[in-house]
Every structure is written in structure tokens, then in C-alpha cells.
């Protein structure tokens, strides 16, 4: 991407693949925790990938079980795409 | 709630599709509709026979030559079918070897050759496709075991060990997986008659309950119906197409 994304952008595709994944939309916040919305070890491998997709930024496996919260998720994508 | 169909532009991709009962696959699968990608190692002849079979059926087909057996074989693989044909929404596990001794006698490299084609292979294959299947909400992986390895058979310690550890991936990568609309199996066929098997003394055939080898086309039967929409509710299982063999 030309410019690095925003947080809101981010946290657009974040909760929008999370509804996806089935977890209730209106328990969606910054911090909930991912665990508390159902949101499993297939769930973030999914999430891994769209965020790659979308703003070209690679999560490793570590990086991954680092995100406990929405919160944790946004703001890694948002520093790893600056 | 109904699984979602197969995807658009989709295609399947069959592992040592040259001969025998990977070639029988390609041609069940491309008479099912799927374009297919017939992967071979060494026996481009074979390939190509296989190929314009399809072809001449009105099927589509391209031939890839890999050695799956490589450590980075089955991604290259994987990218060459995708630029070429697009996303694979069927994976058939079908290469494999043998290099038969005792147990007491078998060299470390028939060992490592024989897990390496038909355990880690398979292994690697599906790995490079499930993330874009269970994106994709549709996916088939279809791994060829076969009735060595549940049962003992004298002289294959190594090809035992290589289908059984096929069967128990096949189990829990299917789990893994199952609510994405993917689903994993594997199809362990008996006796088959096929280049492979030309060395086998006929008297056993008179061992199987059907008292006969069975065919290639036989097992791709099998592989093209887990492959189907109709399967979507089979995952982890493994299909015996044996002839009452293991019964």
C-alpha cells in the first residue's frame, strides 16, 4: 500500500472477518478478548491471512499468540504497517 | 444448512498421476468436471497418456512435473497449478513408493525415501492448499492409504509406517478443519492391479473376499465421490476399497 493504513480501517477488516468467524458482532470492542468472542486458533490463522491480503502485513505464529484482545490485533497490524 | 458448492474456476491437483490408480483419479475427477492438473517425477509418457485420455473425453488437463518428495517440491507445485489453473479445490495425495524389506534389514534411505513420498509429501501438499480452502468455505483433500498400515503386511514396515501415519494426519487435520467446509479423508485401497502391484504373486488375490485384485478405476470411484459436493458431511474418515480385505 502507498500509505500505511489507519487504525479505523484496521479495525474495519478485524471486526468485520470476526463476524465472520461467527463471534457476535455487538461484543466486538478494542477490549474484548478474543477468546471471550469464540474466536479460535483456525479463526486467527483465517485472520493472518486477510490481514496479509489487505494491508501486506505477515504474522507469525508467535506474533499471533501474542493478541489476546481486538485491541492487541489492531494495534500490531497498525505498527507493522507503518 | 447446506455446504456451499464447489467454487468457480476451480481445479483439482492429482500426485503421481501418471499410471496406475493416480492416472484412473485424474480421468474420474476430469469426467467430473474438474480441469486437472496431472502432477508426474519421472514417467512423462505417462503424464502425457493420461493427459490426452482426459482430453479426448473432453476434459481439461495440464501436466506438472515435480518430485513431491523434495522438501520444497509440493509448494512449487501448489504455486505452478494456482498461475496455471487457477485455485485447487481438490487435492488427491496420490504418490507414493515402496521399497519393501524386513524391518531387520531395511536401509535408513528406504526408509527416508518411502516417508518421504508418502507421508511428508502429503503432508506438505495439503498444508500449501488448506489456507485458501478454508477461505474459499469448500475443500477436498483426498490422501491415498492403503490397507497396509491398519493391517500388517511382512516385508513393508516402512510403507506400514508411512500409510498408518497417512491415516492418523488425515484424522486430525480433518477436524482442524471441518467447520470451514473442508473436508480430509483418505482412501485405503487392498489389493490393485497396476504396475505396482505386478510383482505381487496372484495366489494372494485369493485371499480377498472377492477373490480377485480390484481396479484403478475402482478406487477413483471412491476419490471422485468424496471429491463431490455429495460427500460434504464424510470427513476424517477412511474409505477401504478392498474387496472385503480388511472386513
Known sequence: MAEAPTSEQIEKVITESLVTFGADPDAISRDAALEELDVDSLDLAELSQVIEEQFGVELSASDVAEIKTVGDAIDLVAERAK | MSEPARPDGACALVTGASRGIGAAIARALAADGWPVAVNYRSDAAGAAATAAAIESAGGRAVIF????????????????????????????????VRADGLALSL?????????DTNLHATYRLTRAVLREMIRARFGRVINIASVVGPRANAGQANYAASKAAVIGFTKTAAVEVARRGVTINAVAPGLI????????????????????AGTPE????????????????????TL???????A
Open chain 2, 240 to 246: 477401504y476399497v478392498d474387496g472385503g480385505l480388511s
Open chain 2, 107 to 115: 536401509s535408513d534411505d528406504d526408509w527416508q525415501r518411502v516417508l
Open chain 2, 65 to 96: 512435473q515435480a518430485d513431491v518428495a523434495e522438501p520444497q517440491g509440493p509448494a512449487r507445485l501448489v504455486d505452478a497449478v494456482h498461475a496455471e489453473l487457477g485455485q485447487i479445490s481438490v487435492l488427491v495425495n496420490n504418490a507414493g
Open chain 2, 193 to 212: 492391479a497396476t504396475d505396482m502391484t505386478e510383482d505381487i504373486p496372484t495366489v494372494l488375490a485369493e485371499r480377498v473376499p472377492a477373490q480377485r
Open chain 2, 218 to 237: 475402482e478406487v477413483a470411484a471412491a476419490v471422485a465421490f468424496l471429491a463431490s459436493e455429495r460427500a460434504s458431511y464424510i470427513t476424517g474418515s
